[in-house]
């Protein structure tokens, strides 16, 4: 079940590598890179999906949150959205791994 939505994610975008399938908008502004995140919606439940299989990294809960920050740079892939708001976040570092944050918390406020 849990390899079924990150097929449907990959299938959707007609590539294996998720990252690299989002085309850039614009060049990075400031320490981040402007994506167009309506190009790839994501839920929760596919994040925790890509946790499970091993493909990307939980920062959900991380106390160190702005340490992580300065020192992988994150970059916004996407945003899950709904009615209140932002509710899940992709994120690449600059070691080229994939993070998560998969819930409504002050990591998901800081880092997008």
Known sequence: ?????????????????????IPEVRKPVGRRAVRNRASMKVTPKQLKDMVKEGL?????????????????????????????????????GNDGKTYVITSRNSNLFKLV
Not at 67 to 87: A, C, P, Q, T, W
């Open 56 to 92: 990307a990294t939980d920062i959900t809960n991380a106390p160190d949150i702005d340490e992580l920050d300065r020192k992988l740079h994150f970059e916004v892939v996407s945003v899950g959205k709904g009615i209140y708001g932002m509710n899940c976040a992709l994120l690449k």
């Open 1 to 21: 079940m849990a390899g079924n939505n990150i097929n449907n994610i990959t299938e959707m975008l007609g590539e294996k590598d998720i990252l690299n399938a």
